[in-house]
């Protein structure tokens, strides 16, 4: 099994976990919300603020802010992009996907051929099937011969999303249509 | 849920809109954020504060907050499955219902049954996943995330 390397875990402290838990579901839409979240885990606001800075600044998290819901705003249409390209250009063609402004996330993942031989992944977010294939053209342009093999995995039904959890679980999750 | 077509069929207003795409990231650590992201709109905290919540009953927003990077705070991977059509949803409940699976979702592929399972170390994530399989009786494909491309600002909206 490839292990992700998980350096920054270590890094997180019991405090760090439970701000990070409290959080899930959003911050509080009161007039000063570090201070809201500080009161429920017995803490200052300052040192909320402070920790919020950190695990900014150590990439945990990646940003602050309001959270779109794309299907709710018209972007029905979901569709993983995923390519074959050679591995020793995939971090340089990963950087120029990953910048396309309609590409949400771009990772690269390892592939397990024959049946999945696919290395990078653009997720695409649009209003219209047609609208992903149009941007998954434009990302086939880019590649050019570096594509040797794509697919576009629309998602049909979302079956279970809840935010992330690191202890203790959650249960739950029902079934929703998705684009 | 019910899907708009297009965002017209939400009628934001033009505050709706600005909040929505401009305070993706950046959303200020001092003691009242909402007050300075009106100074910068030209509005009152309390309208900025009652547009936000708006926004979340309609469901335009999921939340105010902060997002997590993945394997950073804990360790996951995306992991698929190929499934018969007949026996998917039996599966893919099953998988569900483990509380370390975090996202699941169906897809038009081969490979149709698509979700991130989350544990906090190496170790109890290779254990998730082999006791997803025994339960599923399906080998699953593992897809942990090796390199991330995207330097995540939010994801500009367009509202034509």
């Known amino acids: 099994m490839n292990d992700p390397a998980p350096l920054c875990v270590a890094l997180l402290d019991d405090t760090d976990r439970a701000l990070i838990n409290a959080t899930q579901a959003g911050l509080p839409l009161v007039p000063r919300p570090y201070h809201a979240l500080a009161a429920q885990l017995g803490l200052d606001a300052g040192e909320v603020m402070a920790r919020f800075r950190r695990l900014q600044a150590t990439g945990v998290i990646r940003r602050l802010g309001a959270v779109p819901n794309h299907y709710r705003l018209g972007y029905t249409a979901n569709g993983m992009s995923v390519w074959d390209v050679p591995d020793d250009r995939v971090a340089e063609l990963g950087r120029a996907v990953g910048a396309l402004d309609f590409v949400s996330h771009c990772y690269e993942r390892p592939r397990h051929p024959p049946r999945w031989p696919y290395n990078l992944f653009a997720m695409i977010h649009a209003r219209s099937r047609d609208e992903v294939e149009d941007r998954v053209a434009q990302i086939a342009a880019l590649l050019g011969a570096a594509d040797r093999g794509h697919a576009v995995l629309y998602s049909t039904a979302i079956l279970k999303k809840t935010g992330l959890r690191i202890a203790p679980p959650a249960a739950g999750g029902g079934r929703r249509a998705a684009g | ?160």
């Open chain 2, 1 to 160: 849920m019910s899907i708009a077509t297009g965002n017209k069929t939400l009628g934001l207003s033009p505050l709706e809109r600005r909040l929505l795409n401009d305070f993706q990231h950046g959303l200020p650590l001092v003691p009242r954020p909402y007050a300075a992201m009106a100074r910068r709109l030209g509005v009152s905290e309390t309208e900025v504060i009652a547009t936000l919540r708006r926004l979340a009953e309609r469901g335009a927003v999921s939340r105010v907050g902060p997002v997590f990077r993945p394997n950073r705070a804990g360790v996951s991977t995306l992991a698929a499955m190929a499934v018969a059509p007949e026996d998917l949803e039996r599966i893919a409940a099953i998988v569900s219902g483990f509380a370390e699976v975090n996202h699941n979702y169906e897809r038009e592929h081969e490979y149709n049954l698509w979700f991130v399972v989350t544990a906090p170390d190496a170790a109890a994530l290779r254990e998730v996943l082999a006791r997803i399989e025994a339960a599923t009786g399906h080998a699953l494909l593992e897809l942990p995330l090796l390199e991330d491309f995207h330097i995540d600002l939010g994801f500009e909206l367009e509202w034509t």
